[in-house]
């Protein structure tokens, strides 16, 4: 199967959003896009006419999505599918061949972030392909930096491109994906790593000054020798480092509030209980406010 970007596409605003995100991802790449809709097929338990109604509202829903990504991205080729499974079966399937595969998800009325529903996170938690949550109503121009006038554009510079490190577990299939996007975007890579200090800080027993600078440095010194053979194979990118006490889905959380696009990763676990995502992974999904790249490691 040839790569592409792909999308899972239901006809609501926050799958439209995730559309219009691929379709530029898309055209980031060089790839074609493709469309997916999956809908709960059960022939034996509905009705024939109500069938024969979802199988016509899901051929309009593709249709109208495709003359509408068509029109805005001519150059684009764009393909579709409607597939006779449940949503997280049709998606998981639908990854294996993508480089990324795009899902929507609802932003939360009168708050900064996600409202990330059962479908997405099931998909972000068992696919070997990396994910990118798009909230309701983000637009192109929210990835790119005002204008002079303050004015959004989409013609000038994109925003950062945020990366959440691990330099203890730095996963070469998570860092690299950020690099290739800050490339792709002409972008700046922030680098965002967050630390804890010891137990004993905790318990407010007199501590060296010192020896809190010495551990901030060596936070430091890790997060850029982590980053060295990337810096070397993407000269052109530029490189932020941002180390910083505390939470760390917390800094990626704020970093996230003039980024393009966020980047995180999550462990593959082959757990009795099933696919899991992380505590950072967790936080981000449902509170960032910029595009959120789940890129799955070992």
């Known amino acids: 199967m040839s790569r592409t970007v792909t999308v899972g596409l239901d006809g609501s605003p926050e799958s439209l959003a995730a559309a219009d995100w691929a379709a530029r991802e898309a055209e980031l790449r060089g790839l074609p896009l493709h469309l997916v809709h999956a809908w709960d097929w059960q022939p034996y338990a509905e009705p024939v006419s109500d069938d ?34 449940i949503p997280t079966t ?51 121009e929210d990835e790119h930096r005002p204008d002079a006038d303050g004015r959004p554009s989409t013609s000038t510079p994109h925003r950062d491109v945020v990366l959440g490190l691990d330099h203890e577990h730095p996963d070469a299939a998570v860092i690299e994906f950020a690099f290739e996007a800050a490339a792709a975007r002409a972008a700046t890579l922030r680098v965002v790593h967050g630390w804890s200090l010891p137990p004993y800080f905790a318990y407010g027993l007199a501590v060296d000054a ?29 490189v932020v480092e941002q180390t910083a006490v505390g939470s760390a889905g917390e ?48």
Do not use: C, M, Y
């Not at 829903?61 to 068509?70: G, K, N, Q, S, T």
């Not at 430091?220 to 810096?231: F, G, I, Q, S, Y």
């Open 90 to 140: 049709a998606l998981l399937t639908a990854s294996e061949n993508a480089d990324v595969l795009a899902i929507g998800s609802r932003g939360v009325s009168g708050l900064v972030g996600f409202l990330v529903g059962s479908v997405s996170l099931a998909v972000v938690a068992q696919t070997d392909r990396p994910v990118v949550l798009v909230r309701s109503g983000a637009r192109a």
């Open 210 to 238: 010192s020896l809190d600078e010495e551990l901030d440095r060596q936070e430091k010194n890790a997060v850029t020798e982590a980053l060295a053979p990337w810096r070397a194979k993407f000269p052109g990118v530029e």
């Open 52 to 85: 024969a109604k979802h199988r016509h509202w899901a051929q309009r829903v593709l249709r109208e999505a495709l003359e509408r990504l068509r029109h805005a991205h001519p150059g684009l080729a764009v393909t579709s599918d409607q597939v006779p499974q």
């Open 251 to 298: 800094h990626l959380v704020d970093a996230a509030q003039d980024a393009s696009l966020l980047v995180v990763g999550r462990r593959v676990r082959r757990a009795p209980l099933g696919a899991r995502i992380g505590p950072v992974t967790h936080a981000v999904l449902h509170h960032a406010k910029a595009p959120v790249a789940v890129v799955p490691h070992e």
